[in-house]
């Protein structure tokens, strides 16, 4: 047999020194651009603009939703019955039902005494309140000092119960389905939760509790969050003004609407019974808040947002407990859209309008399409076409909508205006988790049912020394890196290089800005310490 060479085993066009090398990729680069990448990069730009509009389309709606609300001046007190608590001399305490206060809590060491506090110096007589610590913890230590702290309430007078599983099964959602489950619970009408770290203002039962008397057909009052911590560092303030809009615009306008919107998971105030009637406590998915809420709306129920009923917490300070808490914020309704939607689809107890604002509104556009668009668009998509100028985005696609886009979040925080630009860069660098995060609830990979608790640090915040006493461990810097976002960077900068070089977009400008956001997160130089603005 013939001996084979290099040289008849490898095509003629390919042959070559090292120095044809790069000329030789060109040609295979022309050879499948033309039929494959133009193809799928416009197919891509069109889908990405569906998305863009999507997005555009329900910010604008929110929007007018919350201008009518403002113009008509339609009060929670005007939409429904809302009476004071009175002292009836005859009934004495009587007249008050009966209130739970839940406080789920793991590992709490820095704020157990804060939620506790807070819950036992609500305005309610005594003897109509229940204050049910539910207690997950692992740490002995922890639990022994939690314990004790309820014990100290106790002997002042005040009904707390200081509740332990055996396990953490179902994390929250088992600890609060658990907690329902006491012979004591049988004799309350409503239950108030409360996140470890959350500080409910004394008038908080008298202020949201009328609500559910007056009005049978409510089954939920959510207050708003803010933030004793919103100013220690960028982080938090970044944060603050995604919550002021979620908070300001999408609960309010839900609320608005159609008296639907997704529990928070705390700082808010249920009927026992609707609890009951929508099936309990599920811990199916890591938002066990907003799976009660939809399968109560489903039945019937009705929810109220209180934007003037204000509970303190606290915002992540660190990127790594951050990400934590994206990841099953983002994941969680993704898994939760998975699963119900076919149920929500053949609902009869609902109109069909509500059924299609819980499908396309609620859940796709708001918690699948905003993160994947977010990021496919802006750092995936935009700086391909400028390696590939055949293929172009329309201004009104690059510029203008995600202009208005911007604009419409801004209203949130008016306070952090001036931080608009940090805060678009910091987004577009978090949909990269938070898309991952969606694709794996949608199909149900891996880190579905990841659940992390979110680190807190409590009354540390409150001083300079304190806060310098519990500074973030140093850590090492291989632990720092996050390779998938140094990545990112990389491609972002190759992009804008080129397009300086020899685009004619001018995407440079953001490119660079963009791939610097992304190396810092990347780099893990995000949630140090910064003063005061």
Aim: hydrophobic content about 45%.
């Amino acid at each position: 047999m013939e001996k084979l060479t290099s040289t008849t085993m490898i095509p003629e066009a390919f042959q070559g020194t090292r120095d044809d090398i790069a000329q030789q990729m060109g040609m295979v680069w022309e050879q499948v651009k033309a039929p494959l990448v133009i193809p799928l990069l416009k197919v891509a730009v069109v889908l990405s603009l569906i998305m863009s509009l999507m997005l555009f389309i329900e910010r604008l709606y929110m929007a007018i939703i919350i201008l009518f609300v403002k113009l008509l001046r339609k009060t929670p007190q005007k939409r429904f019955k809302w009476l004071p608590m009175q002292d009836d001399v005859e009934l004495g305490s009587s007249a008050y039902p009966m209130v739970l206060i839940q406080i789920p809590m793991f590992n709490e060491k820095e704020v157990y005494k804060l939620s506790i506090g807070a819950a036992c110096g609500l305005s309610w007589p005594s003897d109509r309140l229940v204050i049910q610590v539910l207690d997950d913890s692992t740490d002995p230590v922890i639990k022994e000092m939690v314990e004790r702290e309820c014990e100290r309430w106790a002997s002042k007078g005040v009904n707390v119960r200081y509740t332990i599983r055996d396990n953490r099964k179902g994390y929250k959602a088992g600890a609060l389905r658990e907690g329902l489950k006491h012979s004591y619970v049988k004799q309350c009408d409503y239950v108030a939760i409360f996140d470890a770290d959350f500080q409910p203002e004394p008038d908080f039962l008298r202020r949201s509790i009328p609500f559910l008397i007056h009005n049978p057909e409510l089954a939920l009052v959510q207050a708003r969050w803010i933030f004793v911590n919103s100013a220690e560092c960028l982080l938090t303030r970044m944060q603050e003004m995604s919550l002021d809009y979620h908070f300001t615009v999408e609960q309010e306008a839900g609320s608005s609407a159609f008296s639907f919107f997704g529990f928070n998971g705390t700082a808010g105030v249920w009927r026992i019974s609707a609890i009951n009637e929508a099936g309990g406590w599920k811990d199916r998915t890591t938002v066990e808040d907003m799976d009660l809420a939809v399968r109560a709306s489903l039945r019937g129920w009705k929810f109220l947002y209180l934007g003037d009923l204000q509970v303190r917490s606290e915002l992540p300070s660190t990127l790594k407990a951050f990400r934590f808490q994206q990841h099953r914020w983002s994941c969680g309704p993704a898994n939760l859209f998975r699963k119900m939607v076919m149920e929500i689809a053949r609902n009869k107890k609902v109109s069909i309008r509500k059924r299609f604002y819980v499908i396309y509104n609620f859940f796709l556009v708001r918690k699948i399409v905003g993160h994947v668009v977010t990021f496919v668009l802006y750092c995936v998509v935009m700086p391909a076409t400028v390696l590939i100028p055949e293929v172009e985005i329309p201004k009104w696609g690059s510029v203008y909508i995600p202009s208005l886009v911007t604009l419409l979040n801004a209203v949130g925080t008016p306070r952090s205006f001036h931080l608009l630009m940090y805060w678009v860069l910091f987004e577009n660098v978090m949909s990269l988790h938070r898309t991952k995060a969606s694709f794996i609830g949608l199909l149900e990979a891996g880190r579905v049912n990841e659940w992390v608790v979110t680190e807190k640090l409590g009354d540390s915040l409150k001083t300079t020394t304190a806060a310098k006493t519990v500074r973030k461990p140093r850590i090492s810097f291989s632990n720092r890196l996050h390779l998938t976002e140094l990545c990112i960077g990389a491609y972002l900068f190759m992009c804008g290089c080129f397009d300086f070089a020899y685009g004619k977009n001018r995407y440079y400008i953001y490119l660079f800005l963009q791939s610097i956001a992304f190396s810092i997160v990347g780099f893990g130089y995000v949630g140090t310490f910064v003063p005061n603005s």
